[in-house]
């Protein structure tokens, strides 16, 4: 197996504040490498190192000759107005064709192409950048958080072509049922360290434990060892005839090695408030259309939410989960129906951006404490932080300085101290790491107030979600059945029929550019309405056959994943989408004709 890279005797800080020194490691082709530590433990720094955007301090990396490096950032790496199409062919290796043929399976529609990045949502800004990637052909893939805003059936993808690639990949993730089933190496970044384990996370975890119990029992042998030479010294190092031996155990004792057990990293359980009295009834949605302006994004949702349970909303980008979630909160109108809260119901809101509305003038205690409920104590404020990994002068840093994870966490505070008997949170581990993520589970799993969740996280999505509300087709719906039934459905393709299909984004977003006009234009020529009913008429006919096709090829694929059923897969997919986008054609065309 050929090396791809080491770093030996690596060191970088800031300041005095050192991530980690005199680290070593190496990466060989085709490893599937998780990296994982706590949140400014160094790992994103340790990535810029990789790819030369950051040096080392001290130390050595060593690159294999020509190697290709491709890096999945965090941040956006494009001007302003630049196009899909055009971002993509920009240093790729592969022609548009082909990169069209591999977005297919990230879900990406024909007709994004011509669409400016900056219109698309986080989770298609990100499939983007991933097949931007791919166009260069790396030998080894950084991949910095790659599954934030995917939702499940991108993941899936994401996941399957993980399983599936030969090549070799570095990954940061907190999101541990991904990085199970996707990596066969950890490389954890920790308390100054860097330390490369061999096998899945489940064996990292049982090498970490063990490494830790048979430290401990060499450092209890040594202590008994020093004090025996301790005691020896005591008794006899006054007396001549024993002279000579005292001073020689002494020596002993000088030269004996210093076993450091370092503590375990923070992970407190994170302690909510207890939420203030409510009636029984949380909330009642009856007949409920929900959109923006003329654009109907759901319709007729109907549910009822009572006192304790804990919804997890899931679906497609783009399928109106944030629209919902929007509604819940108070921050969209509904356009038809009956939306009530029962008796002395708050609620607390966390949106995805909702860090980027802090007072950036304040201090992480001052940001805390100014959202905590009049009954909240100081101390409760002060655990809280200590549980989301703020403590002592961290308290005092200001807000503008926080890192993006930081800030989140801030964010999340907020809500969590406000004593709400009614939470929603859109996509609350994004940003966390593995410590928080899980103390965030385990208080949210116990938490007696109501909860309405949604996040890509498979691991939280199950524990904290006791009832599955699928929002699809413009409808949502609760679902008979369990987290992990839904998730085995979705990989089945029992319920949407295709994997990386998807209505178009801009139907949950509001400010993304409506695609009226170049429906228009190309169908310019079509006058006739009584053509465009026996069109339309002719397309919903053949839709069902089609999905029905989509299915079946994707039951293939996940059966037996060959290069010939994703081929297979690919095209029907492509048919399917060129069928749906003449059948909105024609019934837009038609709407307009009918209204004039």
Same mark, same amino acid.
């Given at each position: 197996?050929?090396?791809?890279?080491?770093?030996?005797?690596?060191?970088?800080?800031?300041?005095?504040?050192?991530?980690?020194e005199?680290?070593?490691?190496?990466?060989?082709?085709?490893?599937?490498?998780?990296?994982?530590?706590?949140?400014?433990?160094?790992k994103?720094?340790?990535?810029?190192?990789?790819?030369?955007?950051?040096?080392?301090?001290?130390?050595?990396?060593?690159?294999?000759?020509?190697?290709?490096?491709?890096?999945l950032?965090?941040?956006?790496?494009?001007?302003?107005?630049?196009?899909?199409?055009?971002?993509?062919?920009?240093?790729?290796?592969?022609?548009i064709w082909?990169?069209?043929?591999?977005?297919?399976?990230?879900?990406?529609?024909?007709?994004?192409?011509?669409?400016?990045?900056?219109?698309?949502?986080?989770?298609?800004?990100?499939?983007?950048?991933?097949?931007?990637?791919?166009?260069?052909?790396?030998?080894?893939?950084?991949?910095?958080?790659p599954?934030?805003?995917?939702?499940?059936?991108?993941?899936?993808?994401?996941?399957?072509?993980?399983q599936?690639?030969?090549?070799?990949?570095?990954?940061?993730?907190?999101?541990?049922?991904?990085?199970?089933?996707?990596?066969?190496?950890?490389l954890?970044?920790?308390?100054?360290?860097?330390?490369?384990?061999?096998?899945?996370?489940?064996?990292?975890?049982?090498?970490?434990?063990?490494?830790?119990?048979?430290?401990?029992?060499?450092?209890?042998?040594?202590?008994?060892?020093?004090?025996?030479? /301790?005691?020896?010294?005591? =008794? +006899? &190092?006054?007396?001549? *005839?024993?002279?000579?031996? #005292? @001073?020689?155990?002494?020596?002993? !004792?000088?030269?004996?090695?210093?076993?450091?057990?370092?503590?375990?990293?923070?992970?407190?359980?994170?302690?909510?408030?207890?939420?203030?009295?409510?009636?029984?009834?949380?909330?009642?949605?009856?007949?409920?259309?929900?959109?923006?302006?003329?654009?109907?994004?759901?319709?007729?949702?109907?549910?009822?939410?009572d006192?304790?349970?804990?919804?997890?909303?899931?679906?497609?980008?783009?399928?109106?989960?944030?629209?919902?979630?929007?509604?819940?909160a108070?921050?969209?109108?509904? /356009?038809?129906?009956?939306? =009530? +809260? &029962?008796?002395?119901? *708050?609620?607390?809101?966390? #949106? @995805?951006?909702?860090?980027?509305? !802090?007072?950036?003038?304040?201090?992480?205690?001052?940001?805390?404490?100014?959202?905590?409920?009049?009954?909240?104590?100081?101390?409760?404020?002060?655990?809280?932080?200590?549980?989301?990994?703020?403590?002592g002068?961290?308290?005092?840093?200001?807000?503008?300085?926080?890192?993006g994870?930081?800030?989140?966490?801030?964010?999340?505070?907020?809500?969590?101290?406000?004593?709400?008997?009614?939470?929603?949170?859109?996509?609350?581990?994004?940003?966390?790491?593995?410590?928080?993520?899980?103390? /965030?589970?385990?208080?949210l =799993?116990?938490?007696?107030?109501?909860?309405?969740?949604?996040?890509?996280?498979?691991?939280?999505?199950?524990?904290?979600?006791?009832?599955?509300?699928e929002?699809?087709?413009?409808?949502?719906?609760?679902?008979?059945?369990?987290?992990?039934?839904?998730?085995?459905?979705?990989?089945?393709?029992?319920?949407?029929?295709?994997?990386?299909?998807?209505?178009?984004?801009?139907?949950?977003?509001?400010?993304?550019?409506?695609?009226?006009?170049?429906?228009?234009?190309?169908?310019?020529?079509?006058?006739?309405?009584?053509?465009?009913?026996?069109?339309?008429?002719?397309?919903?006919?053949?839709?069902?056959?089609?999905?029905?096709?989509?299915?079946?090829?994707?039951?293939?694929?996940?059966?037996?994943?060959?290069?010939?059923?994703f081929a297979?897969?690919?095209?029907?997919?492509?048919?399917?989408?060129?069928t749906?986008?003449?059948?909105?054609?024609?019934?837009?065309?038609?709407?307009?004709?009918?209204?004039?």
């Amino acid at each position: 197996m050929s090396n791809l890279l080491q770093l030996q005797d690596g060191a970088k800080g800031y300041g005095a504040r050192m991530l980690f020194e005199r680290a070593s490691f190496s990466i060989n082709a085709g490893e599937h490498v998780g990296v994982i530590g706590p949140n400014g433990a160094g790992k994103s720094t340790l990535f810029k190192i990789l790819t030369r955007e950051e040096s080392l301090d001290a130390g050595e990396l060593v690159q294999a000759k020509g190697l290709r490096i491709g890096y999945l950032a965090q941040h956006d790496n494009w001007a302003p107005g630049t196009l899909v199409e055009d971002f993509l062919v920009k240093d790729s290796l592969l022609p548009i064709w082909e990169l069209k043929s591999l977005g297919r399976g990230l879900g990406l529609l024909e007709a994004q192409y011509a669409r400016p990045l900056d219109s698309l949502s986080g989770g298609y800004r990100t499939r983007v950048k991933l097949l931007q990637l791919l166009g260069q052909k790396p030998d080894l893939l950084l991949l910095d958080e790659p599954t934030n805003y995917l939702d499940l059936e991108s993941l899936l993808v994401l996941e399957n072509f993980l399983q599936e690639t030969q090549g070799a990949f570095l990954l940061i993730s907190h999101d541990r049922e991904f990085l199970r089933r996707t990596t066969d190496h950890i490389l954890e970044v920790e308390g100054g360290e860097i330390t490369k384990y061999n096998g899945s996370l489940d064996d990292y975890f049982e090498q970490k434990e063990l490494l830790r119990t048979q430290l401990e029992a060499r450092a209890a042998t040594q202590q008994e060892k020093r004090q025996r030479i /301790l005691d020896f010294v005591s =008794r +006899f &190092g006054a007396k001549a *005839t024993k002279a000579r031996q #005292a @001073q020689s155990r002494l020596k002993s !004792l000088a030269k004996m090695e210093v076993i450091e057990i370092k503590p375990v990293p923070n992970s407190a359980r994170i302690q909510i408030p207890p939420p203030r009295h409510c009636g029984k009834v949380v909330l009642t949605l009856k007949n409920l259309d929900l959109g923006y302006g003329d654009r109907r994004i759901l319709r007729d949702v109907n549910f009822s939410l009572d006192r304790g349970d804990h919804l997890a909303v899931v679906g497609v980008n783009g399928a109106g989960k944030s629209t919902l979630l929007k509604a819940l909160a108070g921050k969209l109108e509904p /356009l038809r129906g009956e939306f =009530r +809260f &029962g008796h002395e119901v *708050t609620m607390g809101y966390y #949106a @995805q951006h909702v860090a980027e509305a !802090l007072d950036p003038a304040e201090t992480v205690h001052e940001a805390l404490a100014s959202a905590a409920h009049p009954d909240v104590t100081a101390q409760q404020v002060l655990n809280l932080a200590g549980s989301l990994l703020f403590s002592g002068d961290a308290m005092n840093k200001r807000v503008s300085v926080l890192s993006g994870g930081e800030k989140s966490r801030v964010a999340l505070g907020r809500i969590l101290l406000q004593r709400s008997p009614f939470i929603v949170l859109d996509e609350p581990t994004n940003h966390l790491d593995f410590q928080t993520v899980e103390a /965030l589970t385990e208080a949210l =799993r116990d938490f007696e107030g109501t909860v309405v969740v949604v996040s890509h996280d498979r691991g939280f999505v199950g524990r904290v979600g006791s009832k599955i509300l699928e929002v699809r087709d413009g409808r949502a719906e609760v679902y008979p059945g369990t987290y992990d039934e839904y998730v085995w459905s979705v990989q089945k393709g029992v319920l949407s029929g295709r994997v990386g299909e998807r209505a178009s984004e801009s139907r949950d977003d509001a400010s993304a550019p409506r695609p009226t006009t170049a429906f228009h234009e190309r169908k310019a020529q079509s006058k006739e309405l009584r053509q465009l009913e026996k069109d339309v008429q002719k397309l919903e006919k053949r839709l069902p056959e089609l999905q029905a096709a989509v299915a079946a090829a994707n039951e293939a694929v996940t059966a037996l994943p060959t290069p010939e059923k994703f081929a297979e897969l690919a095209a029907r997919q492509k048919e399917l989408e060129s069928t749906e986008e003449a059948w909105l054609e024609s019934l837009t065309r038609l709407e307009e004709l009918k209204a004039n």
